[in-house]
C-alpha cells in the first residue's frame, strides 16, 4: 500500500482508570510482516493496549497510529485495516458459520459479490468447510477459535490483533491455532497477547513484555534467550561420591555455583551454574576425563522465556507476596 | 448504508433465530386474543356506535403490550452484546455508532410491527361476521396503526437506551418497563387534575399517551401527537447514542 512505515508506531501512550494507570506511558513500533507478542500477567494492560489500536477505548494521553493513521482520529480508516479478535473470542451462538462469516464481511464493507469470494476463501483457509452450514453454538471451542480467526481474515487486514487466541483450548487445538497464527505471519502483521510463555515463544519473532502497565523488556524471543543463557546452567551425572565431586567443582574457577546431590545408585546428579560467558560442558567433561569418573549425562539448560519472564517480573510478585 | 442494513438484517433476524422472539410472539397473541375475546363479551351481541378499533384500544391488554412487550423486545439489543463480548467485536468494525443504534432501533420497531399484524386478523374477522355488505373501516384501521406505531417508536427508543445503558437483559427490561410504565401513568393526571388552570393542567394532555391512543383509535390524526412522538423517539435515541459513544470519554 501507500504507506510503508511501521504499521504500529505507539508513542507515551498511557490509559488511566480513575488514579489506576492501566497502561503507563507505553512506547513502542511494530514493523509490517512481523509477528509480535505481548506478553504479560493478568492485568499487565496488554487488552487495553489492544483496545486502544483497535479503537475500542480511546488512550487518556499519548498517541497510536496504525498504518500511518491515528487511532483516535482516523478510527474508520484503521478498523478498515485491521482485525481484531477480542479475548474469549465472542461469537453470535446463533448464527450458522458462514452466515455469521458473510455478516461480519458486509459489515466491513465487503460488497456481496467479494463478500462471498473471501467467505469462501478464509473458510477453507481456516479449515472450516466441514462445519460452515452447522450453528456456531453448537460447535466446539476449536472450531469457534477458527471461526474468529477467519472473521478476522475476511476482508484481508494489513494488521490482526488477537487477544489471547488460544484461551481455553486443548493442547491439540492450540496446537492448530499456533500454526494458523504463524501461517498468518507469511501475509500479515500479527500482535498476539498471551499470558502463555511458551505460546508466545513458539509463534512470535519479537515479544514485548508488560508488568503494571510498563513495558519491562522488548526484544527478539531469540535475544532474550540469548541474555539468559550467558548465565547458562549445566546439568551432569556422575558416577563418584557425592563429596568428592563437590570438592573438585568448587575447585574449578568457571564454576560460580554449584549443588550436588547424591541420586540413584553411584551416580550423582549436580547443577553447575557457569560465570558469565563460559560454557562449562567441556570442563565438567574434562574434570571426570581427569579423576576417571564415569559420566552419564550432560546438558545444557537453555532458558526459556518462562525463566526470563519469571526474573522480569519476580520484584512484582515478591512485593505482592510481602503484604 | 450497507452497514446499516446488514445490521438490521441481522438484528430482526435474531429474534427469530433465538426462542426469544417466538415467545414475544406468543405472549402477544395471548393478550391480543384476551382483548378480542373481551371486545365480544363486551359488546354483547349488541351494536355499538364506536369504530371498533377503539373498543380494541379500551380493553386492558391493549396496553399491556405496548407496556410489556417493547421493553422484551428492545432489551437484548445492546445489554446481550456487551454481555457476551459481541458488542467490542462489533464496535471495530468500519460501521459508525449512529448506524449501530439506528440499526438496532430499526430492527427492533420492524419486530414491535409484526407483533401487531394479528390484531388486523382480529378486525378483519369481526368485519366478516358482522354486518355484511359494510364497508371495512379503513381510516380508523389505519389511523390506529399509525398510532400503535407512533406510541412504538417512543418506547422502542426508551428501551434501546435502557439496553444501551447495562450488560443485564433484565435490568436493561426493568428500566424500559419503567421508563415506559412512567409515561404511561404520567397520562393519568389529565383525568386527575381537570379544576384549576395550572401549567400542568395545560401541559398533561400533551403527554397522555392514553388520551393521543383514543384518538387514533377514532381516526383522529393529529400533528401535535406525531410531533410528540416522533420528537421523543429523536430523545431517546440521541440518549442512547450518548451512552454508547461514552465509552470514549472514559
Known sequence: MMNRGPIIEVQHLTKRYGHHAAVDDVSFTVERGEIVGLLGPNGAGKSTIMRILACYLPATSGAARVAGLDVFRDADGVRRRIAYMPENNPLHPDMRVREYLKFRARLKGLSTVASRERVDVVTEECGLTDVSRKIIGTLSKGYRQRVGLADALVHEPELIILDEPTIGLDPRQIRAVRQLVKNLGQRHTVLVSSHILPEIEMTCERVLILRAGKILAADSTANLQQRMTGHGQVLAEIAAPAPDVRACFEALPAVEHCEVASGDGAFCSCVLTARPGVDLRPVVFDAALAHGWALRELTRTRHSLEDIFMQITRTDREEEETP | ?250
Not at chain 2, 349488541?46 to 371498533?52: D, G, K, R
Not at chain 2, 392514553?210 to 390524526?221: K, L, N, S
Not at chain 2, 416522533?230 to 447514542?241: D, M, N, W
Request: glycine share 8%; hydrophobic share 55%; with cysteine.
Open chain 2, 1 to 250: 448504508m450497507r452497514q446499516y442494513r446488514t445490521l438490521v438484517r441481522r438484528e430482526f433476524s435474531g429474534y427469530f433465530l433465538s426462542l426469544n422472539g417466538y415467545i414475544v410472539l406468543a405472549a402477544v397473541l395471548l393478550l391480543l386474543g384476551g382483548s378480542f375475546i373481551l371486545m365480544l363479551v363486551n359488546g354483547r351481541g349488541m351494536a355499538f356506535n364506536a369504530p371498533l378499533t377503539e373498543v380494541f384500544y379500551k380493553t386492558a391488554f391493549f396496553w399491556m403490550i405496548v407496556l410489556l412487550a417493547s421493553p422484551v423486545i428492545t432489551m437484548r439489543l445492546f445489554a446481550q452484546e456487551k454481555f457476551s463480548g459481541t458488542f467490542e467485536a462489533l464496535m471495530t468494525t468500519p460501521v459508525s455508532d449512529l448506524q449501530v443504534v439506528l440499526a438496532k432501533f430499526t430492527a427492533a420497531l420492524l419486530f414491535y410491527v409484526v407483533i401487531w399484524l394479528p390484531m388486523l386478523v382480529c378486525l378483519q374477522i369481526v368485519h366478516r361476521y358482522t354486518q355484511p355488505g359494510e364497508p371495512f373501516e379503513w381510516w380508523p384501521t389505519a389511523s390506529t396503526f399509525l398510532g400503535v406505531l407512533l406510541i412504538g417508536c417512543l418506547y422502542v427508543a426508551m428501551g434501546c437506551l435502557a439496553s444501551a445503558l447495562t450488560r443485564s437483559q433484565i435490568i436493561a427490561a426493568t428500566i424500559g418497563f419503567a421508563l415506559g410504565t412512567s409515561l404511561f401513568i404520567l397520562g393519568f393526571l389529565t383525568y386527575g387534575i381537570t379544576a384549576g388552570s395550572g401549567w400542568l393542567t395545560r401541559v398533561a394532555p400533551y403527554i397522555s399517551v392514553i388520551e393521543h391512543m383514543q384518538d387514533f383509535a377514532r381516526g383522529v390524526v393529529d400533528t401535535r401527537r406525531i410531533v410528540f412522538y416522533l420528537s421523543g423517539t429523536v430523545f431517546f435515541l440521541f440518549l442512547t447514542l450518548k451512552v454508547v459513544e461514552s465509552r470514549r470519554w472514559k
